[in-house]
C-alpha cells in the first residue's frame, strides 16, 4: 500500500471500500498460493490452539463459558461444547496461550489467531466447505494487513496490542464474507468491529494478552452476525473523526484508493512461529544460536551481551526479571540465556516458573543488555558477545522473511505439529487431523475436521 498513488485518509472512503471487496471476493479470487498459504496458516492454528487448551486461562474460560452438548459448536479437543461467541472466545484464547501462532509484519500482531476460531464457529451452523473456510481466511488476513498498514507502528507503540483491536476486523471481515453479506451489511460489521476493538500492551506476559485474541474472534463473529440481522452503525466508523484510525493510531498512514492483490494476497507473507515465545526475540534467538554453531561457545563463555533491535521491542519483550513461565516468552534476556545454553525454544515445557526462577539463567540475563537502536529492518536482531576469554563475536539475524519453499514450510509445520499437538490427539487422531485440513482446499464439508479435533 506505500507508493506514489496513496492518499491521505480524509479522501478514501477505506470502511466502504474494504467493504465492497470483502463482498466481492469469491472462491475464484484467491489463487492456488493464497488457498495453500491458508491451509497452512489453519493447521498451524488449529495446531497451536489444540496444545493451548490445557492452559490454566483456557481451563477458567471453559469451566465459565462451556455450553450443554446440545449447543452447536466444538470447543477445540476437549470434548465439549458452546454457543457460538463463547467457543469463538474459548478457542481463541488458546491460540494465542502459548503464544506460538504466527504472525504478520504488516499487521503488526498475529493475524491468524482472531479469525480462525470465529470462521470456524460461524461454520459448524452453516453448510460450509473447506474451500469457503480457507477463503474468509485469506479475506481476514487481507484486512488486518492493509488495516495494520493504515495505523501504522505508531498504533502499536502507543500502547495498543493490534491482535486484539486490528484482529477484530479481521474477524469481522472473515465473517461477514462466510455469511455472504451485502457491501452495505458488510460496512456495517466493520462499524461493529471498530466499536469494539480493544487490547492494551500492557498486558503482555499476563493471561490478558490471549484473552484479546478470544474477545476480537468473539466480538468479530457478532459484528457479522449482527450486521446480518439488519443492526446499523455508523458505516464509515474506520475514517470518520472520532473513529478506530483517527482515535489510535497518532500518526496514519496513507492509504491505497483500491485493494489490488495482483502481486499476491497478505496472507502469502505470513510469517510462523518456531520459537514458543515472542516473535521478536526470535531473531535475537536465531543470532544466538548461530554463535554457538559456528564460533563454538555456550553459557559458560559468556561475560557479556548486546543484543541490537529495533524500538518496538521495547515494552513488549524486555521483562528483565521474569517470575513465571509466561513472562519468560516475554523476556529477551533470559530467552537469550537459555538459547546460549543449548535449550530447546520450542519445548512447550521450558517455559515454567521453575526455568524462570533459575538461578543460573537468572545470573547469565543480568549479563545480557537489549540496546534500542534506528534499525532498518524493525524484526533484526544483532547481538554481539563478549567472553571470558578475551574474544569478541557478532551476529545478525532477521526471521522475518516469509517462505518460499511452501513444501519445506508444510514439512517444518508438521513436525510443529505433530510435537505438540500429537500428544493431545493421540496418533490416530492427529492423522485424521493432518489429512483433513490437506484435504481442505477439496473438500466439500469440514465434517472430517471436527471429528478430528473436537
Known amino acids: 500500500m506505500k507508493n506514489q498513488t496513496n492518499e491521505s485518509i480524509d479522501s478514501v472512503a477505506v470502511t466502504h471500500l474494504m ?9 475464484a479470487a484467491p489463487t492456488p498460493a493464497a488457498y495453500q498459504w491458508a491451509k497452512h496458516a489453519m493447521f498451524d492454528w488449529l495446531a497451536v490452539s489444540i496444545a493451548g487448551t490445557a492452559e490454566p486461562l483456557v481451563q477458567i474460560l471453559a ?66 466447505s473447506g474451500r469457503d473456510l480457507l477463503r474468509a481466511l485469506v479475506v481476514g488476513h487481507e484486512i488486518e494487513s492493509r488495516l495494520g498498514e493504515i495505523v501504522g507502528p505508531s498504533h502499536y507503540q502507543h500502547g495498543f496490542h493490534a491482535t486484539g483491536t486490528v484482529g477484530t476486523f ?26 469494539q476493538a480493544a487490547g492494551l500492551k500492557c498486558m503482555f506476559g499476563t493471561m490478558g494478552k490471549p484473552l484479546h485474541a478470544g474477545k476480537a474472534a468473539m466480538n468479530g463473529l457478532m459484528a457479522a452476525e449482527l450486521a ?25 498512514n496513507n492509504v491505497a484508493p483500491s485493494i489490488d492483490t495482483r502481486q499476491g494476497f497478505a496472507v502469502e507473507q505470513t510469517l510462523f512461529k518456531y520459537h514458543a515465545s515472542c516473535y521478536l526475540t526470535h531473531s535475537a534467538i536465531e543470532a544466538i544460536r548461530a554463535l554457538r554453531q559456528h564460533d563454538g561457545i555456550d553459557l559458560d563463555a559468556l561475560e557479556s551481551m548486546t543484543i541490537q533491535v529495533a524500538g518496538n ?14 513472562n519468560v516468552k516475554f523476556s529477551i534476556q533470559h530467552l537469550a540465556a537459555l538459547a546460549l545454553d543449548g535449550a530447546d525454544t520450542s519445548d512447550l515445557g521450558l517455559y515454567s516458573d521453575q526455568t524462570a526462577l533459575d538461578a543460573r539463567y537468572a545470573a547469565a540475563a543480568r549479563c545480557v543488555s537489549m540496546v534500542v537502536v534506528e534499525a532498518e529492518n524493525r524484526d533484526a536482531a544483532t547481538v554481539t558477545m563478549h567472553t571470558r576469554d578475551g574474544r569478541t563475536l557478532s551476529r545478525t539475524a532477521n526471521v522475518a522473511i516469509p517462505a518460499t519453499d511452501l513444501d519445506a514450510q508444510w514439512k ?36 472430517p475436521l471436527f471429528e478430528a479435533i473436537q
Open 19 to 27: 467493504a465492497d471487496w470483502i463482498s466481492r471476493t469469491d472462491d
Open 63 to 128: 469451566d465459565a463459558y462451556q455450553g450443554s452438548a446440545e449447543q452447536p459448536c466444538l470447543l477445540l479437543a476437549r470434548g465439549r461444547r458452546a454457543a457460538p461467541h463463547d467457543a469463538a472466545l474459548i478457542n481463541g484464547a488458546a491460540g494465542h496461550a502459548l503464544d506460538y501462532d504466527d504472525v504478520a509484519s504488516r499487521m503488526f500482531g498475529h493475524p491468524t489467531v482472531p479469525v480462525a476460531p470465529a470462521v470456524l464457529a460461524m461454520a459448524q451452523s452453516r453448510a460450509v
Open 170 to 195: 479481521g474477524a469481522a471481515a472473515a465473517c461477514a464474507n462466510l455469511r455472504g453479506l451485502s457491501s452495505d451489511q458488510t460496512a456495517h460489521a466493520l462499524g461493529l468491529a471498530a466499536t
Open 228 to 252: 446480518a440481522r439488519g443492526f446499523t452503525v455508523n458505516d464509515n466508523a474506520i475514517e470518520c473523526v472520532q473513529g478506530f484510525a483517527r482515535t489510535m493510531a497518532p500518526a496514519l
Open 313 to 326: 521491542h521495547r515494552g513488549v519483550c524486555d521483562i528483565a526479571v521474569p517470575q513465571s513461565g509466561l
Open 412 to 447: 517444518r509445520l508438521l513436525a510443529k505439529a505433530r510435537a505438540i499437538a500429537e500428544p493431545v490427539l493421540g496418533t490416530a487422531r492427529f492423522d485424521r487431523f493432518v489429512e483433513a485440513v490437506d484435504a481442505l482446499d477439496r473438500s466439500p464439508s469440514l465434517h
